[in-house]
Structure formats: C-alpha cells, structure tokens
C-alpha cells in the first residue's frame, strides 16, 4: 500500500525559508515521478515542481524557479523541497504526490495524473 508523509511546514516570515520532506513507502520509489503541488484556499492546486523517476529529470513552475529545489534520495525513499525567497503568496498547502505507473513525469502534470497523495502540511507567510 502505497504511504506518503509530509512534514517540515509552519509559519514564517516573507523572505524566510522552509524545507518540507516526504517519506514514501509502499511502491518503487526510485522508478517513479515525484511531486510537490500546492493548494491555497479558493484556488486550484497546482503542480510546484515534478523529479521523474531514474532520470535527472526536474520541472518548476515559474512562480517558483529560482527560490524553491526539490531533491529526492531513492536510498531513503525520501522527497524534499527546500524553499528559500518565501513569498506571502507562497502560503499554501502543500502535498506530496507520486504516479507510480510513470517515471517521467513529463514537465508539470495537472493533479489528476497522480495516483497517491499524503495529507499535506500547511505553509504559511507572513509579510
């Protein structure tokens, strides 16, 4: 069964930084795309940055290239996402997602392409 653990939110002040991690277990981490989205109350959510699986494969969306890194450590089945520049705007849910039927993840797949989420932990940023 497939199992993904967020942690590392909380609140902090625009400018400040954060790094979220996700345990994964359950299914062939190393061979699967990874995700961070995130969702803000009222909005949709939306993909923050993919790493495909068994390839140095890595995608952000704009609003975050530069500021935000996502790593993984397939030893430790690990995802990690450091957030750097923090932004009021960046105040968010943030959740981990896998497709665990693809290792590419083919640039920022919209929600609906991932097959297992975790329960999120809240971001928040004040300015």
């Known amino acids: 069964q497939v199992h993904l653990v967020e942690s590392g939110g909380g609140s902090v002040q625009a400018g400040g930084s954060l790094r979220l991690s996700c345990t994964a277990s359950?299914?062939?981490?190393?061979?699967?795309?990874m995700a961070w989205f995130r969702q803000a109350p009222g909005k949709e959510r939306e993909a923050v940055a993919t790493?495909?699986?068994?390839?140095?494969?890595?995608v952000y969306a704009d609003s975050v290239k530069g500021r935000f890194t996502i790593s993984r450590d397939n030893a430790r089945k690990m995802l990690y996402l450091q957030m750097n520049s923090l932004k009021p705007e960046d105040t968010a849910m943030y959740y981990c997602?896998?497709?665990?039927?693809?290792?590419?993840?083919?640039?920022?797949?919209?929600?609906?392409?991932?097959?297992?989420w975790g329960q999120g932990t809240q971001v928040i940023v004040s300015s």
């Open positions: 359950g299914y062939s981490y190393d061979s699967a795309c």
């Open positions: 997602a896998t497709d665990i039927h693809h290792s590419l993840c083919g640039g920022l797949p919209k929600a609906s392409a991932f097959t297992d």
């Open positions: 790493s495909s699986g068994g390839i140095d494969w890595i």
